[in-house]
């Protein structure tokens, strides 16, 4: 895992879409070595990988605030019909409260 980044995302991506890893490959044109070292978190992929593996996906590849990581997972969980992941979910709804001029 790098900065962060937790490429088995694209494991579980992948998996929910029903797709081999030698599918996945050919689509984001890169070998199906790659897409597994990259699943595993060996890989130290490429911007322009990250995006060919994304665009086969049909997925984006974005930055979360740390702070509503748990909430994106939660979401994404609920979406793709799977158990929630365990770890902290932490609320925002107090810092995205913005008042009106009633309050």
């Known amino acids: 895992m790098g900065f962060g980044v937790d ?11 029903k797709m081999s890893q ?11 070595g790659k897409v597994s070292k990259i699943e595993a978190g060996r890989g130290n992929p490429e911007s322009a990988t990250l ?3 994304c665009a086969a996906l049909d997925a984006e590849l ?14 994404v969980d609920r979406h793709l019909n ?3 992941s365990v ?4 609320s925002v709804r107090d810092e995205l409260f913005i008042p009106d001029d009633d309050d």
């Open 51 to 53: 995006n060919a593996l």
């Open 87 to 90: 770890g902290p979910v932490m």
């Open 62 to 75: 974005i930055l979360v605030p740390r702070r509503i990581g748990g909430d994106i997972r939660a979401m």
């Open 22 to 32: 030698s599918t996945l490959a050919d689509l984001a044109d890169i070998s199906q």
């Open 7 to 17: 490429f088995g995302a694209f494991r579980t991506l992948r998996e929910a879409r």
């Open 82 to 84: 799977r158990p929630a």
